[in-house]
């Protein structure tokens, strides 16, 4: 992977914003891990992937619907491109507005939660209150 580093800087002087290009591109490597670019990383159960497809599709649809419509969304309208990027602005939201996240897209927050096997809630920097649409 190579990142340009004024992206980098720039993705990390607001660790709230939601937008970060190392985050957003080492999703991308996870995602290629079974060599598929398809928004699904490896995952090793049956149950996992089958949870995996029906959030991550319904996620991805709804995230599409507000793009067409023009419905502000928490999520980077850029993940409306396709699942693969739909995974990775949703590890970007995971990571650097957690609570927003997990308020407006439980179930994401939940499979992602599952996946890295950690809750940034815990540990983000996250703004409680923001002037965007939350």
Request: glycine fraction near 6%; proline fraction near 5%; avoid cysteine.
């Amino acid at each position: 992977m190579v990142l340009a580093w004024d992206a980098v800087k720039w993705g990390a002087a607001d660790p709230s914003d939601g937008k970060n290009v190392v985050l957003h591109e080492f999703a991308h490597q996870l995602d290629y891990e079974n060599l598929a670019a398809d928004g699904a990383p490896e995952l090793v159960t049956r149950e996992q992937q089958k949870s995996w497809r029906e959030v991550m599709r319904t996620g991805f649809a709804s995230l599409r619907a507000a793009d067409d419509t023009g419905i502000p969304t928490l999520l980077d309208t850029y993940g409306a491109t396709n699942p693969a990027e739909f995974f990775a602005v949703s590890v970007e939201a995971f990571f650097e507005r957690p609570a927003a996240l997990r308020s407006h897209h439980p179930r994401l927050y939940a499979e992602l939660q599952r996946y890295f096997n950690q809750n940034p809630i815990e540990y983000s920097a996250e703004r409680s209150i923001r002037g965007d649409n939350d």
